[in-house]
């Protein structure tokens, strides 16, 4: 079965990894310059490394069809720079995932393949895409939905530890953008950690860098550069989160019970 994601971020990365040890690897697309923030979990750092390991999985940069095959061969995600989704049509996937989490449709449909999952808002089950995944976290974090929309986005973050907007890092001007720590590392509130153009930015709150933008990247006034986990625990940094997990599931789930009702082989 060929399965197709769209976008690379640490939500992303979790789906690929659950169904990389389910026994499918997938193919996964990215824009030239990913904006992740937990990029010790996202496999979009591969298009700034080469490759990018997240919990035993790999991920590898390639540039054609025929080497993302060489690497699914060796057991290892590939992953190619199409933000326009080109490949599609060579490819043709079994499984289209619209996985970037942009709160809107970039573009994808019904008939973009056999079998074709939205992540979040933006999309509508059963007109543009056959299924919508819930990715608000709470009660209904990880719901399939057949006919309708998922919760419209809020622009409001989830609340860890009793946080939530304040765990945000936003730049405080445009410019380029050049931290001065690293993901995993303890900060205080007030403590500068990066700097966007020449102003410098600080966190809100005590707690760990659990994600931090790509330096040398330019960045927009507001825009989301980094995020601070008040639980302060360094190793859950480099560890796929709960919700990230979550919605890995749910695309299994969703995957396995259309074959199931089609009757398809896997």
């Given at each position: 079965?060929?399965?197709?994601?769209?976008?690379?971020?640490?939500?992303?990365?979790?789906?690929?990894?659950?169904?990389?040890?389910?026994?499918?690897?997938?193919?996964?697309?990215?824009?030239?310059?990913?904006?992740?923030?937990?990029?010790?979990?996202?496999?979009?750092?591969?298009?700034?490394?080469?490759?990018?390991?997240?919990?035993?999985?790999?991920?590898?940069?390639?540039?054609?069809?025929?080497?993302?095959y060489e690497q699914q061969a060796c057991g290892n995600i590939p992953l190619i720079?199409?933000?326009?989704?080109?490949?599609?049509?060579?490819?043709?996937?079994?499984?289209?995932?619209?996985?970037?989490?942009?709160?809107?449709?970039?573009?994808?449909?019904?008939?973009?393949?056999?079998?074709?999952?939205?992540?979040?808002?933006?999309?509508?089950?059963?007109?543009?895409?056959?299924?919508?995944?819930?990715?608000?976290?709470?009660?209904?974090?990880?719901?399939?939905?057949?006919?309708?929309?998922?919760?419209?986005?809020?622009?409001?973050?989830?609340?860890?530890?009793?946080?939530?907007?304040?765990?945000?890092?936003?730049?405080?001007?445009?410019?380029?953008?050049?931290?001065?720590?690293?993901?995993?590392?303890?900060?205080?509130?007030?403590?500068?950690?990066?700097?966007?153009?020449?102003?410098?930015?600080?966190?809100?709150?005590?707690?760990?860098?659990?994600?931090?933008?790509?330096?040398?990247?330019?960045?927009?006034?507001?825009?989301?550069?980094?995020?601070?986990?008040?639980?302060?625990?360094?190793?859950?940094?480099?560890?796929?989160?709960?919700?990230?997990?979550?919605?890995?599931?749910?695309?299994?789930?969703?995957?396995?019970?259309?074959?199931?009702?089609?009757?398809?082989?896997?």
């Amino acid at each position: 079965m060929k399965v197709l994601i769209k976008g690379a971020g640490d939500l992303a990365t979790g789906i690929a990894h659950t169904l990389c040890q389910a026994g499918i690897i997938p193919l996964m697309t990215e824009i030239d310059q990913p904006t992740a923030i937990r990029r010790t979990v996202a496999f979009a750092e591969a298009v700034y490394c080469g490759e990018q390991k997240v919990e035993d999985v790999k991920s590898v940069l390639v540039d054609n069809l025929q080497a993302a095959y060489e690497q699914q061969a060796c057991g290892n995600i590939p992953l190619i720079i199409d933000p326009e989704l080109q490949i599609l049509d060579e490819y043709q996937p079994d499984v289209l995932i619209e996985a970037t989490l942009m709160k809107y449709n970039s573009g994808i449909c019904a008939d973009s393949a056999p079998l074709v999952i939205g992540m979040g808002p933006g999309f509508y089950a059963g007109l543009d895409v056959d299924v919508v995944i819930e990715t608000m976290r709470g009660h209904d974090l990880g719901r399939l939905i057949f006919l309708g929309e998922a919760i419209p986005n809020t622009d409001t973050p989830g609340v860890i530890d009793g946080r939530s907007k304040e765990r945000l890092l936003k730049s405080t001007s445009a410019g380029v953008f050049r931290p001065l720590r690293k993901i995993s590392e303890l900060v205080k509130a007030g403590e500068i950690v990066a700097y966007c153009g020449d102003q410098p930015m600080v966190a809100l709150i005590d707690g760990c860098l659990r994600g931090l933008l790509h330096q040398d990247l330019v960045v927009y006034q507001g825009m989301k550069v980094g995020d601070v986990d008040p639980r302060g625990i360094p190793e859950n940094c480099f560890t796929i989160s709960d919700k990230a997990r979550a919605l890995g599931g749910a695309v299994l789930t969703a995957i396995l019970g259309y074959y199931n009702k089609s009757g398809k082989q896997i």
